[in-house]
């Protein structure tokens, strides 16, 4: 019974021990927004998680950066949303328009294989608009 239980608490601090020491990382992102057409229609920027993303990994933490269209629209309306690996139609979405500019954990232990896309609906203005700003995402993630 002695052995048993030097080789249970001998696993129990293994254990431990690589849940401390989890190794991180971070992927990031920027493309062009998106030309928008008209208002009232979601228009969407698309970023890749690199393949060089372990398959174990969970997100940290989620940064973005959102540029405003400079086309007198009356409101733009932003989310960050994650879509999970092997899907097309995303599971969470957060509404950003508040802060273009900021991080959250609300991603928290998704599978950091998954994708994240930067949606926005514009109402007001002028249309098309061709717009010379970027959109950034950046992911933390762990392993």
């Excluded at 991180?24 to 060089?52: E, L, M």
């Excluded at 940290?60 to 994650?82: D, E």
């Excluded at 994708?115 to 995402?137: A, D, W």
Aim: proline share 5%; charged share 10%; with cysteine.
């Amino acid at each position: 019974m002695k052995r048993f239980t030097k080789i249970a608490v001998g696993f129990l601090a293994l254990t431990t021990a690589q849940i401390a020491f989890a190794a991180t990382s971070t992927w990031s992102q920027t493309n062009r927004a998106p030309n928008v057409y008209a208002a009232g229609f979601t228009n969407s920027n698309f970023f890749t998680t690199p393949s060089s993303v372990p398959t174990r990994a969970t997100i940290t933490t989620v940064s973005w950066n959102i540029g405003l269209y400079n086309n007198g629209a009356t409101t733009q309306t932003f989310n960050v949303c994650y879509t999970p690996r092997y899907s097309s139609t995303p599971s969470q979405c957060l509404d950003v328009s508040g802060t273009l500019n900021s991080t959250t954990n609300a991603f928290s232990g998704h599978d950091a294989k998954g994708s994240f896309r930067i949606s926005g609906i514009l109402n007001g203005g002028t249309y098309p608009v061709y717009p010379s700003h970027y959109n950034m995402i950046k992911v933390d993630y762990q392993y």
